[in-house]
């Protein structure tokens, strides 16, 4: 079992930066893909970056592309967020796979543990 605790989320102004944080315990979570999730107020749920364990290959959308850095160290994920704009907004989510440590476009984003969600609100 893996309990995923972020952390770092709050209210920052457009092209400002914040910091999100993911500690996960549980042992397994150390060899296997990690990722963060968002979900806008009336959005659908967004897969917005992944990051492998054995070789820290990483993966983004494309709407956070140049502007989002996934890393991780251990057991804590950290997803440095630049430049972010209003429609950056949403509940951002940890997540882990329970197996495997491909991210997309070679496997489908780490779902099987979710993190309670932190709240980022970009506004001036």
């Known amino acids: 079992q893996v309990q995923l605790v972020e952390s770092g989320g709050g209210e920052v102004q457009p092209g400002g930066s914040l910091r999100l944080s993911c500690a996960a315990s549980?042992?397994?979570?150390?060899?296997?893909?990690m990722g963060w999730f968002r979900q806008a107020p009336g959005k659908e749920l967004e897969g917005v970056s992944c990051i492998s364990s054995s070789d820290g290959s990483t993966y983004y959308a494309e709407s956070v592309e140049g502007r989002f850095t996934v890393s991780r160290d251990k057991d804590m994920v950290f997803l440095q967020m630049n430049n972010l704009k209003p429609e950056d907004t949403a509940v951002y989510y940890c997540?882990?796979?329970?197996?495997?440590?491909?991210?997309?476009?070679?496997?489908?984003?780490?779902?099987?543990?979710w993190g309670q969600g932190t709240q980022v609100t970009v506004s001036s």
């Open positions: 549980g042992s397994t979570a150390l060899y296997f893909a």
């Open positions: 997540t882990s796979k329970g197996k495997g440590d491909l991210c997309p476009p070679f496997a489908p984003m780490p779902r099987d543990y």
